[in-house]
């Protein structure tokens, strides 16, 4: 009652305290004709807030304990499988023989269970380990078939490179044999010109030689008269 008190009148010097156009309106109520002298009844105090409640904590999970166990290497790797992203691991917490079979997709515990029993522990870790494979079929396929296609582009660009390397060997080579042929044509041509010069040649030579033959013959002949003619005067005396 004290503090109710106290807190009352603080209430009370904090209103006198306002300036007047910062109170409260004051709330008229009408009086009963039969009573005028009835008092005022005041306005009822607005009720206090409720505090708000405290937030409620995490759940624990078998998951978050692991993973603390693990920070705090309280727990050893027995086996871990790997499949792809996914795999499985069983670990072991010395302390209280307490196993841990955990199923998980990039290093990302998803499932965890405890267990004290070893055969449970090995059972279901080697559930898990055959959950990961079949979760992880499908990413495998698909990096397989990643890598052929890899391989397939690779296979096709240097095809690609053989083609093109054979049409421009085939281009030269037909470049080549025009340029061949041309030069043929060229020293087929050549050759029978010259070989109508040298006909030309010969049938003059010879037009010469015949000529130089007749007169050497003429020469000759011009010659031959007048010896014969001296051995004829001789002969008479």
Known sequence: MLVVAGVLSGLTACAGAQ?????PAVVQ???????PAAPVTPPAAAAAPLPAAAAEPAPA???AELQQLIQSRQVTELRTTYNGSYGASLLFKSEDLTYYAALFQQKNFWRVVKTSSESQAESTYRAFSQRSAELASTDLQRIKLQAEYAYNERLLAKRNAELNTLQADAALRKDQETQVAARQ???RQETQALNEQQQDVR???RELQRQIKALQAQQADVGQPATHARRKTSSGR
Do not use: G, M, S, Y
């Not at 109520?29 to 009573?35: G, I, L, R």
């Open 19 to 23: 300036a007047p156009d910062q109170r």
């Open 29 to 35: 109520v009408e009086k009963d004709n039969k009573d």
């Open 61 to 63: 999970t078998t998951v």
């Open 185 to 187: 044509a060229q020293a």
């Open 203 to 205: 049938q003059q030579l």
